[in-house]
Each structure stands twice: as structure tokens, then as C-alpha cells.
Nanobody
């Protein structure tokens, strides 16, 4: 079992940057594949980025590729999402999620544990 807590959300102007953190409890953090998802008001949850257990491989949605960077520090039980060149359409609640199986999935249904979410608001 792992518990996830996001932090670092906030309000930023378009073109600015924010960094999100996802801190995990438990000694088995490095065994989890981690993903970031987001949900904007009135829209379905969508995949943002994901990272393999030891950070070797990363995956991104086309909408954030080149602007967002996912990374992890297993010694600190933390995953990060660096968001640059933010756009108003990036406004959403951002969630980190943990998947026990090691292979890539971009559907939230394939993830086992979720954080409570962090609000990111980008003003135009």
C-alpha cells in the first residue's frame, strides 16, 4: 500500500512555470510506476505524464510534450512534475497515481493509488 500527497500547485500567468511534487509513504515506492493526470472543470480526466520505476523512461501526452518534465527521486519517495510555458488550457486539478505493474499505461483505470490532487490555475 502506498499513500500519495501532491503539493506545489497554485496560480501563475501564462508562460510561467510551476513545479508539482508527489510525496509517497511506504518503503516500496521504487516498485511503482507513477503517472500524473489532470482534470479540468467539466472535462474528463486525462493523462499527462508517467515515469518508470527507476526513472529510466518517461512518457508524455502530446499536449505537454516539450513543456513538462517528469522525474523521480526514489531515495526521497518523491515524483516531480516541472511545468514550463504554461497555458490557460493547462488549468486543472493535477493528480499523481501509482501503478503496481511496471508497464506503461495512460488510462487512469490502470492505476491503483491516487493522491488528493493539487490545483493549477494559469491566467491569460
Amino acid at each position: 500500500q502506498v499513500q500519495l500527497v501532491e503539493s506545489g500547485g497554485g496560480l501563475v500567468q501564462a508562460g510561467g512555470s510551476l513545479s508539482l511534487s508527489c510525496a509517497a509513504s511506504g518503503r516500496t515506492f521504487s516498485t511503482y510506476f507513477i503517472g500524473w493526470f489532470r482534470q479540468a472543470p467539466g472535462k474528463e480526466r486525462e493523462f499527462v505524464a508517467a515515469i518508470t520505476r527507476f526513472g529510466v523512461t518517461t512518457y508524455y501526452a502530446d499536449s505537454v510534450k516539450g513543456r513538462f518534465t517528469i522525474s523521480r527521486d526514489n531515495a526521497k519517495n518523491t515524483v516531480y512534475l516541472q511545468m514550463n510555458s504554461l497555458k490557460p488550457e493547462d488549468t486543472a486539478v493535477y493528480y499523481c497515481a501509482a501503478r503496481q505493474r511496471p508497464n506503461y499505461r495512460d488510462s487512469g483505470l490502470e492505476y491503483d493509488h491516487w493522491g488528493q490532487g493539487a490545483q493549477v490555475t494559469v491566467s491569460s
